[in-house]
């Protein structure tokens, strides 16, 4: 991609940042005049510190929720195992092995019948 069409793309996402801005910045103030026109100010300042509050709070627990999951996940290890008679490892816990339990070679996919150099990983205790 050469220089022009990229800068065309940059110009393009920084005027939808713009006019998103806009928008959010011009919503804002109109609600917050409407409210104080009413009298209702204090309702107006509870709703966007609730609005503020509760968005905070998803986005903790989605961080939190996310943060965990790929600290699991990084301390996993990942094992190529090769479709090959004999030379199979398996996994871990033998409840969670592939086929029920079968070694790869006793029962082979189709994936492994129509590609028989197709090599298999293993995450964790799980075998794709």
Same mark, same amino acid.
């Given at each position: 991609?050469?220089?022009?069409?990229? /800068?065309?793309?940059? +110009?393009?996402?920084?005027?939808?940042?713009?006019?998103? &801005? !806009?928008? +959010?910045?011009?919503?804002? &103030?109109?609600?917050? !005049?409407? =409210?104080?026109?009413?009298?209702?100010?204090?309702? !107006? &300042?509870?709703?966007?510190? /609730?609005?503020?509050? &509760?968005? *905070? /709070? @998803? $986005?903790?627990?989605? $961080?939190? =929720?996310?943060?965990?999951?790929?600290?699991?996940?990084? %301390?996993?290890?990942?094992?190529?195992? #090769?479709?090959? *008679?004999?030379?199979?490892?398996?996994?871990?816990? #033998?409840? +969670?092995?592939?086929? @029920? @339990?079968?070694? =790869?070679? *006793?029962?082979? *996919? #189709?994936?492994? %019948?129509?590609? #028989?150099?197709? %090599?298999? /990983?293993? =995450? @964790?205790?799980?075998?794709?």
């Amino acid at each position: 991609m050469d220089k022009k069409w990229s /800068l065309i793309i940059y +110009l393009c996402c920084a005027i939808a940042a713009g006019w998103g &801005l !806009f928008e +959010l910045v011009s919503r804002f &103030l109109v609600e917050q !005049f409407w =409210f104080a026109e009413l009298g209702y100010r204090s309702v !107006f &300042l509870k709703q966007v510190s /609730l609005r503020i509050g &509760l968005w *905070s /709070l @998803g $986005f903790c627990g989605s $961080f939190v =929720f996310l943060w965990i999951n790929y600290r699991v996940v990084d %301390r996993q290890e990942w094992q190529i195992i #090769p479709d090959q *008679s004999g030379a199979i490892a398996k996994p871990m816990c #033998p409840a +969670l092995r592939c086929n @029920g @339990g079968k070694n =790869f070679s *006793s029962n082979p *996919s #189709p994936i492994t %019948r129509k590609f #028989p150099n197709h %090599r298999r /990983l293993i =995450f @964790g205790d799980y075998c794709c």
